[in-house]
């Protein structure tokens, strides 16, 4: 959730005041998201004193009459997360964040190439985290992965019917970043031996030069499997025509989302 902040300065008495520093601090309360299969464990903070926090789920401005937090909440399924740091019944700063739900949240996933430490996300567990990017390739939901293909294998945990996988990936040529060449999904009974699912493409330009986010879908008949693997094609090198012709392409992607909404 963006919000846009404004600054405003007076004298508390006739005269004229010198200024050579304003220091701006983020206040936005933070939220912490911890995953797991179902739901996700939500902890809260706010870096100024005698404040509260309110919360709420339908995506709607909070209030001072929204609950109270105090401690770590747990929620379950899909919901559209907003918080409103409050001192008595004035809104100071709010923030946001919506919560995806899908049978490959807060599932392990096994890379066969680590992403770049340089666009790492929240770690090993980003792409089932339940929570998608923005535009901002740097916004701590994008895992990059430099001249490699993006190969993950999700252990679902348990067999399940697989009928969807949905991946959702980032192009943007100016940074040396591309949709992957094609999506493939392979399904497993023991995390070993795979068989094929399904693939998908799509119509996205190379030569593009907008930021791009786009959705690859894998669907098929549901087909019962513990292990879901999901290899991306990259372009690896940059191309003839770019400025980094020749250096290693990006591949962004944000979430593998399986089943699910």
Request: charged share 25%; proline share 5%; glycine share 10%.
């Amino acid at each position: 959730v963006s919000t846009r902040a404004g600054l405003w300065l007076g004298l508390v008495s006739a005269g004229t005041a010198w200024i050579d520093d304003v220091e701006l601090f983020d206040i936005s309360p933070r939220i912490v998201t911890v995953p797991q299969p179902g739901s996700h464990t939500i902890s809260l903070e706010s870096v100024l004193d005698d404040t509260e926090l309110r919360w709420r789920l339908d995506g709607a401005v909070v209030t001072a009459a929204d609950p109270l937090y105090t401690v770590p909440v747990t929620i379950a399924g899909a919901s559209r997360l907003r918080v409103g740091l409050f001192r008595g019944d004035h809104l100071i700063s709010r923030a946001g964040l919506d919560l995806h739900d899908h049978d490959a949240l807060g599932r392990f996933v096994d890379l066969e190439h680590l992403y770049s430490p340089r666009y790492a996300a929240a770690g090993p567990g980003a792409l089932t985290d339940g929570i998608l990017g923005t535009e901002q390739i740097a916004d701590g939901h994008w895992q990059g992965f430099e001249g490699q293909d993006l190969v993950a294998v999700i252990d679902l945990g348990q067999p399940t019917d697989v009928s969807t996988v949905r991946v959702r990936f980032l192009q943007s040529v100016e940074s040396g970043i591309w949709m992957p060449r094609v999506m493939e999904v392979n399904l497993s009974d023991d995390g070993r031996l795979f068989r094929p699912f399904a693939t998908a493409d799509h119509a996205v330009d190379e030569r593009r030069m907008d930021l791009v986010i786009q959705e690859l879908t894998a669907r098929a008949a549901p087909d019962r499997a513990r292990y879901v693997r999901v290899r991306a094609r990259s372009m690896g090198q940059c191309p003839a025509w770019h400025p980094g012709a020749g250096g290693a392409a990006w591949v962004f992607a944000d979430e593998i989302r399986v089943n699910g909404e």
